[in-house]
């Protein structure tokens, strides 16, 4: 019965929701107006260059993750960790959350590394890109303030976040976890559970905790920086493709950035409605058009979902390839 539930909501409820909301944001925008804008008002050439920092972004991101797995004692190819990848980020357009889960299923597989001890490093790729996150959202916060303080009053209802608070409820439910907790903790020894939870955590804490065995932490952080410059310049670069939003600066481009990563992470496939409703949203803060904002969204977001899949496919199609040519010669 759970897993019916977890697949309805995968493959209908989320999907759904995202073409519903992408529905709601370009109900009143005129298909014609629209087709104009794409025929006479777009720099092709720039949204072309958005997707090369894409893949840029990606091939960095591979390489940081080589980085963490080696850290572990083990050792990934970067052609199996770049394919892993977008192998990753095809499949979040299918099923919401179920990309890094993928990849790390098609690194282990093809590398014949622990699958548990490369979530562990995933799980520390995120806790940086979170942490980077954090820091470009106090950036932008700084740099502008109001346009961020009026975005955040009109998306949270700071009324139910108070009374959530305050509700009995929240408290009975933190003390009936730790309770449950203390219980667990107790008879962990008794429970092959937990026994056999206890053998997986080792494995998964030696990839968590990768990062402090890593030989060169100034390369991972240049390989961070690199990847966030190049998310940074797939918006910014896009702003020159339309006059309606060529005069954004800089700091238009890294809050668009923040609010558009918030909207990433939202459980629907690949972004879909939730980071064109943020993008929208904070482009009305600079005095862009609602039309214009929601053409940028789409098109922006339609060229990086476009190479996703591309790429995406291409892995499939490439990783048995070339680790079948590998096996091959190593038998030889």
Same mark, same amino acid.
């Given at each position: 019965?759970?897993?019916?539930?977890?697949? +309805?909501?995968?493959?209908?409820?989320?999907?759904?929701?995202?073409?519903?909301?992408?529905?709601?944001?370009?109900? #009143?925008?005129?298909?014609?107006? *629209?087709?104009?804008?794409?025929?006479? #008002?777009?720099?092709?050439?720039?949204?072309?260059?958005?997707?090369?920092?894409?893949?840029?972004?990606?091939?960095?991101?591979?390489?940081?993750?080589?980085?963490?797995?080696?850290?572990?004692?083990?050792?990934?190819?970067?052609?199996?960790?770049?394919?892993?990848? *977008?192998?990753?980020?095809?499949?979040?357009?299918?099923?919401?959350?179920?990309?890094?889960?993928?990849?790390?299923?098609?690194?282990?597989?093809?590398?014949?590394?622990?699958?548990?001890?490369?979530?562990?490093?995933?799980?520390?790729?995120?806790?940086? #890109?979170?942490?980077?996150?954090?820091?470009?959202?106090?950036?932008?916060?700084?740099?502008?303030?109001?346009?961020?303080?009026? +975005?955040?009053?009109?998306?949270?209802? =700071?009324a139910k976040i108070e009374?959530?608070?305050?509700?009995?409820?929240?408290?009975?439910? %933190?003390?009936?976890?730790?309770?449950?907790?203390?219980?667990?903790?107790?008879n962990r020894h008794s429970?092959?559970?937990?026994?056999?939870?206890?053998?997986?955590?080792?494995?998964?804490?030696?990839?968590?905790?990768?990062?402090?065995?890593?030989?060169?932490?100034?390369? +991972?952080? =240049?390989?961070?920086?690199?990847?966030?410059? *190049?998310?940074?310049? *797939?918006?910014? %670069?896009?702003?020159?493709?339309?006059?309606?939003?060529?005069?954004?600066?800089?700091?238009?481009?890294?809050?668009?950035?923040?609010?558009?990563?918030?909207?990433?992470?939202?459980?629907?496939?690949?972004?879909?409605? =939730?980071?064109?409703?943020? /993008?929208?949203?904070?482009?009305?803060?600079?005095? /862009?058009?609602?039309?214009?904002?929601?053409?940028?969204?789409? %098109?922006?977001?339609?060229?990086?979902?476009?190479?996703?899949?591309?790429?995406?496919?291409?892995?499939?199609?490439?990783?048995?390839? =070339?680790?079948?040519?590998?096996?091959?010669?190593?038998?030889?």
């Open positions: 019965m759970r897993k019916h539930l977890t697949r +309805f909501l995968q493959f209908f409820v989320f999907p759904s929701l995202g073409i519903f909301i992408v529905w709601w944001l370009f109900r #009143d925008l005129e298909l014609s107006e *629209m087709i104009y804008v794409l025929k006479n #008002d777009t720099n092709y050439y720039w949204i072309l260059l958005s997707v090369v920092t894409g893949i840029l972004s990606h091939i960095s991101r591979a390489a940081r993750w080589q980085l963490l797995i080696k850290a572990t004692g083990e050792k990934a190819g970067f052609n199996n960790s770049f394919w892993a990848v *977008m192998t990753g980020y095809f499949v979040n357009l299918l099923i919401p959350r179920m990309g890094e889960i993928s990849k790390c299923g098609v690194l282990s597989k093809y590398e014949k590394i622990s699958f548990t001890k490369v979530v562990g490093t995933v799980v520390v790729e995120r806790l940086f #890109d979170m942490l980077i996150l954090i820091l470009l959202f106090v950036l932008a916060l700084f740099l502008q303030f109001d346009i961020l303080k009026s +975005f955040i009053a009109g998306s949270i209802d =700071t009374q959530l608070i305050y509700s009995p409820w929240l408290y009975a439910i %933190v003390l009936s976890i730790i309770a449950l907790g203390l219980i667990i903790r107790q429970i092959k559970l937990f026994r056999d939870f206890s053998s997986l955590w080792q494995k998964f804490r030696e990839g968590f905790l990768s990062i402090r065995k890593i030989e060169n932490i100034w390369l +991972f952080w =240049t390989y961070t920086i690199f990847m966030w410059i *190049m998310y940074f310049l *797939m918006v910014y %670069v896009s702003f020159f493709s339309f006059e309606a939003t060529s005069k954004l600066g800089v700091v238009a481009g890294i809050t668009i950035l923040v609010t558009g990563s918030l909207g990433m992470l939202m459980p629907v496939q690949g972004g879909l409605g =939730t980071w064109h409703a943020m /993008v929208i949203s904070t482009l009305a803060f600079y005095n /862009v058009d609602k039309e214009m904002a929601g053409i940028f969204a789409l %098109v922006v977001h339609g060229a990086q979902t476009l190479m996703i899949l591309i790429m995406g496919m291409l892995a499939f199609i490439i990783l048995p390839i =070339t680790n079948n040519k590998i096996n091959t010669q190593s038998t030889k």
